[in-house]
């Protein structure tokens, strides 16, 4: 998984909760991206990170935000999670270079009660 | 707005024959597309990257075609194993170093 780990890999949480998920690469590279994968929608892009402090929105942002303090680390926070943020969350880096290929790490499948 | 299409949810295929899976793009040119694997449970890996004017790229079992005039991108996989079951994935350039990604076509190699 070209050194990414996400955590937790599963959860369960109710409505409203806050939920943090974690994304760590040990690479260093500069770009990093978080996905959800839901059945007919394939993957949808939630933000994305250029550097440490930078990140942008991606198509589907309502009710999410992220953090980047340091390289390493990229996180994905749900202020108050519904069941329609039930899904399987996916983070991936982008090492330099063209082609914009990307390399993902293993999942966070989340559960909305 | 742009679109990578894979219309094809699922595929199955006998052993030994080979797969082709198509991805189409739409409302824009894409300089490149790429194919990535997926396994149940585990996250896309990457495949091959085709240029727009690369006609065919070739790794191993593995064939990608780019054809600019039909707007779309074939992948096979020769002489097909159990073992290529997967979900395979299409993707083209979005702005600002992102990807925008195909539904994919789930395969199924059977005996």
């Known amino acids: 998984d070209a050194g990414i780990t996400q955590s937790p890999r599963h959860k369960v949480t109710e409505t409203g909760t806050p939920v943090t998920l974690r994304c760590h690469q040990t690479e260093n590279h500069r770009y990093m991206y978080w996905y959800r994968q839901d059945p007919g929608h394939g993957l949808r892009l939630i933000h994305y990170s250029y550097g440490v402090k930078d990140t942008d929105k991606g198509e589907v942002s309502d009710g999410y935000s992220v953090s980047r303090s340091k390289t390493e680390d990229f996180l994905l926070t749900l202020e108050s999670a519904t069941s329609s943020q039930t899904s399987v969350y996916f983070c991936a880096i982008k090492p330099g270079g063209a082609g914009d290929t990307q390399y993902f790490g293993p999942g966070t499948r989340l559960t909305v009660l | 707005s742009q679109k990578i299409e894979q219309n094809s949810e699922a595929l199955n295929i006998q052993e030994g024959k080979t797969a082709t899976l198509t991805c189409n793009y739409t409302?824009?040119?894409?300089?490149?597309l790429q194919w990535y694997r997926q396994d149940p449970g585990r996250g896309p890996v990457f495949l091959l990257l085709i240029r727009e004017n690369e006609k065919e790229k070739r790794k191993e079992r593995l064939k990608v075609t780019f054809d600019t005039t039909l707007k779309q991108s074939l992948f096979h996989i020769t002489a097909s194993q159990p073992a290529d079951s997967a979900t395979y994935l299409c993707a083209g350039p979005g702005t600002a170093s992102k990807l925008t990604f195909g539904t994919g076509t789930r395969l199924q190699v059977t005996l």
């Open positions: 409302n824009y040119s894409p300089a490149y």
